[in-house]
């Protein structure tokens, strides 16, 4: 999907089919279960089963999170250790911070 060039604004990160489909996988889930929550709301659901049914999104969307955390430890943070650098160390430091909230 990366053409291997990089915006000198931002961080661009290649990932395998594989981790590309895993993810899409995962949104295209998390997705369908917003829009059924939308639908128990149109149809007017019992709050319970909203309720259920956002928090079932929810702990999708935290299940997408750290496996999107793992492989950024894994390659970005290890990488930039690796080349003795604590930049990405930092920035993790901080999103973990901010994710904790």
Known sequence: MSNGKKCPHCEHKDRSEDEIKDLISRLNRIEGQIRGIHKMVDEGAYCVD??????????????????????????CVKDDVKNGSDEKIDELVELLQKMMK
């Not at 909203?50 to 390659?75: D, E, M, P, W, Y």
């Open 50 to 75: 909203i309720l259920t049914q956002v928090n079932a999104a929810r702990c999708s969307l935290n299940s997408f999170s750290k496996v999107l955390l793992g492989s950024h430890i894994k390659s």
